[in-house]
Structures are given as structure tokens and as C-alpha cells.
């Protein structure tokens, strides 16, 4: 590129004569502080700045673009990490619901297996109150007994004139009545026993049914 030119313009020159007056092209020979035009050791050091300069801004250019670069990958593996908690918190939560309800039916199965256990001993209490010899300790020892059953969920069931399921109740005699409207437990042979989620010993009952 040329530097100057010395076309003609509208400002005269020495001696007035507009042919000689210079006219800079160049802006970078201009010095925009002074607008005084630059010599050439002015000019090569006004060069070598604006290298520099130039130079500085791309380093700054490319370090942010760096920086940009290394803020994005630790996010994502802030991100990695905080997916990887998530998922280990949700493998504790499953493990410990998983571990209550696994002791929550071991401590069922072992209340069933007590109570079935104790079935033959509840049957010869309950005799006994039906025939009117459960008095004394005896009685005091048996009413704790079935009060800890109790509190452990063992319910005992049965009773005459409720309608016969057989879900619930098996059958070991059977007759007809016009006093019926359907099915019912007319009297009970022995007791059932059940828990909150099984039945322990179904309730053994004679049962009427309506006349046909």
C-alpha cells in the first residue's frame, strides 16, 4: 500500500502552489493523539506496538476460549458426579425400603410360625373356658398368653351366625334350615386363627344352608 500521495487538494503547498501539497492516504502515518504525521522510526515503533497488541489480543482470545473450554468440561463433570450421587441415593433409598420390608416379613413369618406353633395349646384353652375349667393361674397364665398373641396381630375368629366364607371357614358339617337366607356358620367346632395378612388355621364350623 502506498504510504502517501501527491495528487492534488484543496490546500496549497509551498509557494502556494497546490500541485505540491502532500495529502496522506495512510491513516497510520497520522498520530491520532497529535495529528502531527509520523516519521518512519515513529511509524516502525507505532507498527511494532500495534503487533504487539494485536499479539496480546489473540493470547487473551485464545485463553478465554480455554477457559471457556475447561469451565465446560468441569461442568460437565460436576454434572457426571451429581447424576452419580443421585443414583447412589437412589440405590440406598431402594436398599433400605428393600430391607425394611424384607424384616418386616421375616418378623411376620416369625409370628406365624409361633402362633401356629401354640394353635394345639389355644385349642385346649378354649376348651377349657367352655367347660368352665379355666380358673385359678391357669386362667391368669392363659389370658396372658393369648393378650401377647394378640398384641403380636394373632387374631382368633368364629362365630355362629356369621355368613359361611369359605376363604376363611372350612366346613365339617352341613344341614338345611328355612331359617336362613344364606349359607351361615351354625355352630363352630374350633376357633380359626389368623394374622393381619394370613390365615394361620381356617375356622372349622357346621353350616346351614336355606331350604331349596
Known sequence: MTDESTSPGPEQGPG?????????TDKR????????VRTPEEQVLADAQAAVAGAEEEVVLEGLVETQKLAAERLEELQRSNAALYNLEQQYNAYVKRSKAEA??????????VAEALIPVLDDIELAR??????????????????????FGVERYGTVGEPFDPAVHEALMHAHSADVTEPT????????YRTTDRILRAARVAVVDPEA
Open 130 to 151: 367352655q367347660h368352665g375349667d379355666l380358673t385359678g393361674p391357669f386362667q391368669s397364665i392363659a389370658e396372658k398368653l393369648e393378650a401377647t398373641l394378640t398384641r
Open 185 to 192: 356358620v351354625q355352630h363352630v367346632l374350633q376357633p380359626g
Open 104 to 113: 418386616g416379613a421375616a418378623h411376620d413369618r416369625g409370628v406365624a410360625a
Open 16 to 24: 502556494g502552489d497546490p500541485e505540491n501539497t502532500p495529502r496522506f
Open 29 to 36: 502515518r497520522i498520530d491520532p493523539e497529535t495529528g502531527e
